[in-house]
């Protein structure tokens, strides 16, 4: 079973978002397709920015199953 983590969109890169972990120590944003957490949390592309998110790690610490927090 993966765990569960949140997370934040800082902002948004051409068709890639920037994810952070939700936490004041938290460095080093990764990229995902924001296509990808458009569709799975059902807000458009310019409502993500700003936006705190829950996420499984998966396989690599890659993140996936996003949600809304």
Do not use: C, H, N
Request: hydrophobic content about 45%.
């Amino acid at each position: 079973m993966s765990e569960r983590v949140r997370v934040k969109v800082l902002l948004l890169v051409g068709e890639e978002a920037e994810i952070v972990a939700d936490a004041p120590d938290a460095t080093a944003p990764e990229r995902y397709p924001a296509v990808e957490i458009e569709a799975a949390v059902g807000a458009p592309r310019d409502e993500l920015p700003g936006m705190r998110l829950t996420a499984r790690v998966g396989a690599g610490d890659r993140l996936f199953d996003w949600r809304r927090a």
